[in-house]
């Protein structure tokens, strides 16, 4: 029934590419959902990038969703980060994905290839519903937008909506999961840049997740400065 919906499309907005304010800055994130298995029954990779312009908009401007062997999967994150240049790429740590992460740092070295990797650490204390539960307030607010033409949806594009019309009782939500990460990582241009802090005790953090992202200051020159550090792309 609509009114069980967590979501509604109809919150969502389109827009043909990222709205850029006067300032003409806008940074680009991605996230992945790391799955590397080829089996029908398993669930897909997903490479998800946004761009955040100065009024903190949010615009999903690429969907990559594929059932990947490792090396493919590796290769898919590089080529994102070859493409877009992303400031952070959020990358999931727990169980088998560690060992993705460690073989994707020794192939950018390899292939002398930049990808500032944002480990998103699970807490046993927040379920990954409640994680994506978190999406609705900026879509409920318009400040999310699909970068595309909605009489002309991918077939992505698609199973985002799809994935919006039946969480959480879904086949699939792993658009939506890299989605809520890259929102976690991301900041606009018109805000300093944010530092991740740990807790001690897990208790004492936002949400119970043993970290948040807090804003640190950080002069312009050394925000946008090209170096292998995060830069923004202007």
């Known amino acids: ?54 009024r903190k908009e949010i615009f999903i401007t690429e969907i990559i969703r594929e059932w990947f062997n490792p090396d493919q999967f ?17 990358f999931e740590t727990v169980s088998f994905q560690k060992t993705l992460k460690f073989f994707l740092e020794k192939e950018k070295l390899r292939r002398k290839i930049y990808v500032n990797i944002t480990e998103v650490k699970r807490s046993s204390h927040v379920s990954k519903q409640e994680r994506i539960k978190r999406i609705q ?26 994935e919006l019309d039946t969480f959480p009782y879904g086949r699939y939500d792993d658009i939506l999961d890299a989605l809520a990460d890259a929102i976690e990582i991301q900041f606009s241009p018109s805000e300093k840049p944010k530092t991740r802090f740990t807790y001690k005790n897990i208790g004492d953090s936002p949400y119970g997740t043993g970290y948040c992202y807090k804003a640190v200051e950080v002069s312009l020159e050394e925000r946008y400065k090209s170096s292998n550090r995060e830069t923004a792309r202007l």
């Open 74 to 90: 590796i290769d898919a994150v590089i080529n994102v980060a070859q493409k877009i240049r992303p400031v952070r790429f959020a």
């Open 1 to 54: 029934p609509e009114e069980e919906k967590i979501f509604s499309r109809k919150d969502l907005r389109y827009c043909d590419s990222p709205i850029i304010e006067k300032d003409g800055r806008l940074l680009y994130f991605s996230a992945t959902d790391p799955s590397v298995s080829q089996s029908d029954t398993s669930d897909p990779a997903v490479i998800l990038t946004v761009a955040i312009n100065s």
């Open 137 to 162: 307030q900026y879509i409920k607010a318009g400040q999310i937008f699909l970068c595309a033409d909605p009489a002309n949806l991918s077939d992505t594009q698609k199973e985002f909506l799809d």
